[in-house]
């Protein structure tokens, strides 16, 4: 066996070594040199590619967020270097349709034959991406030979879909966004060692307003603008009408935008029986929220704290929806807990009375926004002193976010418009000041600027951000990064704890190191799917939520709380997606109404809670599908580092580079 351990590490180090070879040559296409290295690695040698990864942690960032949403941008160019049988799939308005038109979706027999389609598309791809990873895997290849091995089979599918209007910060990205959904799965099995065989990476492309990729000859997707509301519903109901009647285990929505994402949310939650979340709004929330909670243990009073969110869109409102119910949870009250929460978008405060239009006649607020519209208690403190301050403001006009600072004292900054230069020094000293006169004692600050991809962080400068992307070495970005993270903290006098989207490096201010937390989803996701799965539950409840964000809040100990980390390095990202399945696993068993995997019901006589997330942890970990394969027998391919390495990369430079000027 020790023989056996050597060479998985020797094995390890020969193909990492090749990885960095590529570093050798920098370049503006370097990232996503490592992507396609990477992702190739993926679907010749999976065991070798979640060890790698997870012996360097350092390389999440390539395979997922910064460097995925790149790839995504790119994706009709790249994707040659991949087999499809692997995907992601997309479904396009064709698929859907056949030769009818979406007015005959509201024709029983044509919508009956529509869903029969789309299901026999979706079940063939699933099996043969299936019979691709078994292969890899040492599984038995699927055989369809009967009705009850295939409903088995389909019980079993984890998925993730996506319309790719809204991918990380990058904007609508048409059928390359189904990567996105691809990615989010590749994390699954990073994360918490899901069967990669039953994860489903779907994409629904229902055209796109991305200019750049209307005019590329090269993409392939679907040739005209984004359904409108009329068209779009339809068609998107009908098809996850149709996935759903598969009957899968789980389904995660991923970069769905605003209203839309909240409608379809709602919608398949109170009308399919299938468990679903989505990650950018309630996966992102319970991210955020379980920073908050580490935050206290740094010093923040969140009785004593005001939330201001720089960024209205959905997910936003599903950070808002979250602290609300941790601030009930602990002894606020729903009107109180409303009053703490500011919300800013372009036009400034939402409040009640303005009367700011948004462009191409929009309603002033969305439905989704509504809730978190400025409570009425804080609007009236809000309107009488801006009328203190300003003698010719009139009620309906805008209110900045620096005179919500200075009226609210917000102690907690929240960033998610994917804009540069939104968290400026003036912002964040006002903040400082502005919170100590309310406390009227010293104050530390919480800022998060969550926005990716890194360019597009709040606190740094529109002129950095143009740096960033054009910076040639990773040097030259980390001094960038530091730079804005030193004039940050410096404008809060040191007292300032910062969690971002991206990942930042630390940084020495008057002789104290500042560790820059990752707000990053892969702590949450894996462990929340994983912990839903497990504990055999058909609807995810708020209560599931709240027991991710503490879970992943439970996974720093007593050094990181000394280093001021909310959240736990890259390293211990495995560990903290076991420790979230299993707090999931107890909000499950502690919901007396919900249905639960029988091996689990011997839990709820429990009376000692740390014993019992103790057993439950090892518990998850004895059930996780990787930990029970033999990775020592599995890793080994002698065509491995040949066949990960063999791309042509220079073939696709130019087109790489048109794909680029279009964008711009």
Same mark, same amino acid.
């Given at each position: 066996? +020790? ?11 020969? $193909? ?7 570093? %050798? ?51 009709? !160019? ?27 979706? *509201? ?14 598309? !979706? ?15 040492? *599984? ?17 599918? $984890? ?32 994360? $918490? ?34 359904? &409108? ?19 899968? +285990?789980?389904?995660?929505?991923? /970069?769905?935008?605003?209203? +839309?994402?909240? &409608? ?8 399919? /029986? ?42 936003? $409102? ?52 509504? *809730? ?49 230069? %939104? ?94 937390? *990752? ?70 068993? &502690? ?35 990787? &930990? ?24 696709? +430079?130019? /087109? ?9």
């Amino acid at each position: 066996m +020790r023989g056996a351990t050597l060479d998985k590490e020797e094995t390890i180090t020969k $193909i990492f070594n090749k990885y960095k070879k590529i570093e %050798i040559k920098p370049d503006e296409f370097m990232g996503l040199k490592q992507y396609i290295f990477l992702r190739k690695l993926l679907s010749i040698n999976p065991i070798l590619y979640r060890e790698l990864i997870l012996n360097h942690t350092e390389l999440v960032g390539k395979v997922y967020t910064p460097e995925v949403g790149t790839a995504i941008k790119y994706f009709h !160019i790249i994707r040659q270097f991949f087999p499809a049988s692997i995907g992601p799939f997309v479904i396009d308005i064709d698929d859907i349709l056949g030769k009818g038109k979406i007015e005959d979706l *509201q024709n029983t027999e044509f919508r009956l034959a529509a869903k029969k389609r789309l299901k026999n598309l !979706i079940i063939s791809f699933a099996i043969g991406r299936y019979n691709y990873f078994a292969e890899k895997t040492g *599984q038995a290849i699927f055989s369809n030979d009967n009705s009850t091995r295939l409903k088995d089979f389909l019980s079993k599918l $984890i998925i993730v879909v996506t319309d790719s209007e809204r991918i990380l910060g990058i904007g609508d990205q048409g059928r390359d966004g189904a990567e996105i959904s691809f990615g989010k799965l590749n994390c699954y099995y990073l994360g $918490i060692g899901f069967n990669p065989s039953y994860l489903l990476p779907l994409g629904i492309d229902v055209g796109t307003n991305n200019r750049a990729k209307l005019d590329s000859a090269l993409y392939d997707g679907m040739k005209h603008l984004r359904l &409108n509301n009329q068209q779009y519903y339809p068609m998107m109901q009908l098809a996850l009408e149709a996935i759903s009647e598969l009957s899968p +285990r789980l389904m995660q929505f991923e /970069d769905f935008k605003g209203a +839309r994402a909240w &409608n379809i949310l709602d919608w398949f939650t109170e009308n399919i /029986d299938v468990p679903c979340f989505n990650d950018d709004s309630q996966g992102t929330g319970a991210v955020v929220l379980s920073g908050i909670m580490s935050a206290e243990r740094l010093g923040i009073d969140l009785k004593d704290s005001y939330f201001l969110f720089y960024g209205a869109g959905g997910a936003a $409102i599903g950070l808002a929806q979250q602290i609300e119910w941790y601030l009930e949870e602990n002894g606020m009250d729903k009107e109180e807990a409303k009053d703490r929460i500011i919300m800013i978008d372009s036009s400034g405060v939402l409040y009640e009375k303005r009367e700011l239009k948004h462009k191409q006649g929009k309603k002033e607020f969305e439905s989704y926004q509504k *809730q978190y519209v400025l409570s009425a208690n804080s609007e009236k403190v809000l309107i009488r002193f801006m009328q203190k301050k300003h003698d010719h403001w009139k009620i309906g006009e805008k209110i900045s976010a620096e005179e919500a600072v200075e009226c609210f004292g917000t102690n907690i900054l929240i960033g998610t418009t994917t804009q540069p230069g %939104i968290f400026t020094p003036a912002l964040i000293s006002l903040a400082k000041k502005s919170s100590e006169k309310r406390m009227k004692k010293q104050a530390k600050l919480l800022c998060m600027p969550l926005s990716n991809p890194t360019h597009k962080c709040e606190i740094l400068s529109k002129d950095e951000s143009h740096q960033y992307t054009e910076a040639e070495t990773e040097g030259e970005q980390l001094y960038i990064l530091k730079k804005a993270v030193t004039r940050t903290i410096d404008a809060a006098k040191g007292e300032i704890i910062i969690g971002t989207g991206s990942p930042f490096p630390s940084v020495d201010y008057k002789g104290k190191n500042y560790e820059i937390g *990752q707000a990053n989803n892969i702590f949450i996701f894996p462990g929340l799917a994983y912990g839903i799965v497990f504990s055999g539950v058909r609807k995810v409840t708020k209560q599931m939520f709240l027991a991710t964000a503490k879970g992943l809040s439970s996974v720093l100990d007593e050094e990181d709380i000394k280093k001021n980390r909310i959240y736990p390095l890259f390293e211990k990202f495995y560990k903290a997606s076991e420790r979230v399945a299993a707090y999931v696993a107890l909000a499950a068993i &502690n919901d007396k109404d919900a249905k639960i995997n029988p091996l689990l019901e011997k839990y709820r006589v429990y009376d000692d809670e740390k014993r019992l997330i103790k057993d439950l942890i090892k518990e998850v970990a004895d059930s996780i599908w990787y &930990n029970r394969i033999d990775v020592n027998n599995l890793i080994h391919d002698e065509n491995t580092e040949k066949r990960t390495s063999d791309f042509d990369f220079e073939r696709i +430079r130019k /087109d790489l580079i048109t794909a680029k000027e279009l964008e711009e």
